[in-house]
């Protein structure tokens, strides 16, 4: 399977961005997704994840805040009330089936370019 993220940009602290992740190549549908952020000097942390069967999780940071939804063939992260520290660059990542791993990078299998995100104070 392909990704391709996209919908990041610049905003101001307290707004909101969408962004998407569109696959491509095999059927999208049995594979769970993953939301991963890198911000400069840091490791790549997870934020939200949603398996085959629509079930989600969201990191502790963005509860609240963050949501992950799936469609056929794109995944999206709703992202409200940003922070300065949700700056970042933001990844999906998808894997066929489902894993107890999903909140370590290493547990996925395909990746998204990246899309970044940068909230200003």
């Known amino acids: 399977v392909q990704l391709q993220a996209s919908g990041g940009g610049l905003v101001q602290a307290g707004g909101s961005l969408r962004l998407s992740c569109a696959a491509s190549?095999?059927?999208?549908?049995?594979?769970?997704v993953g939301w991963f952020r890198q911000a400069p000097g840091k490791g790549r942390e997870f934020v939200a994840h949603i398996h085959t069967s629509g079930t989600t999780s969201v990191a502790d940071s963005v509860k609240g805040r963050f949501s992950i939804s799936r469609s056929r063939n794109t995944a999206s992260l709703q992202m409200d009330s940003l922070k300065p520290e949700d700056t970042a660059v933001y990844y999906c990542?998808?894997?066929?089936?489902?894993?107890?791993?999903?909140?370590?990078?290493?547990?996925?299998?395909?990746w998204g370019q990246g899309t970044q995100v940068t909230v200003s104070s």
């Open positions: 190549g095999h059927a999208f549908r049995s594979y769970s």
């Open positions: 990542a998808a894997q066929l089936g489902g894993s107890d791993r999903f909140q370590d990078p290493n547990g996925w299998g395909y």
